[in-house]
């Protein structure tokens, strides 16, 4: 049996704040703003794996009202995703990712986001794939405006 989901998400550039993508902190004069670390990339991961069981939204886990989430280490929230996963018995088959930035370049973080991705799926780094990518200085992430992300999962019973 698989399932398949897919997860998008929005985060906005502003200063005084840390770029973390993928669980990696990148150097860059701005940051993701949000509730949590605001890690867009883990948070279309955990809406992908969530949509592929059927089980909603990151927002229903993990609202953003609670000061509990209030600055929370994402990977925090995928853990907790992959174990809701792993209580239906379904493991990741493979994950493949596109971050959308303008900048900064993404490519030398790529193998420590993966490794990141790889350890909290608790699967081997060969299924999962991380795809950075511009969009020609169109639109808001060419503006640098902010940064979005998508994510398709497939989810094997195990
Ligand atoms: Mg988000």
Do not use: W
């Not at 993928?22 to 279309?44: F, T």
């Amino acid at each position: 049996m698989m399932r398949i989901g897919h997860g998008f998400d929005v985060h906005r550039l502003v200063p005084e704040r840390d770029l973390v993508l993928g669980g990696v902190n990148i150097p860059y004069e701005l940051g993701l703003l949000g509730h949590s670390d605001a890690d867009v990339l883990l948070h279309a991961v955990c809406d992908a794996v969530l949509g592929s069981l059927g089980l909603g939204d990151i927002g229903r886990y993990f609202p953003d009202t609670d000061p509990t989430y209030r600055g929370v280490d994402s990977l925090i929230l995928l853990d907790h995703v992959i174990g809701l996963a792993k209580n239906r018995e379904y493991v990741v088959g493979n994950l493949d990712v596109t971050v959308v930035a303008q900048r900064p370049k993404l490519a030398p973080y790529v193998e420590e986001m993966v490794a990141n991705l790889a350890r909290a799926c608790k699967v081997t780094a060969d299924r999962i794939n991380i795809k950075a990518t511009t969009t020609e200085e169109l639109g808001y992430t060419g503006r640098g405006e902010g940064i979005s992300a998508h994510a398709v999962v497939l989810m094997i019973k195990a």
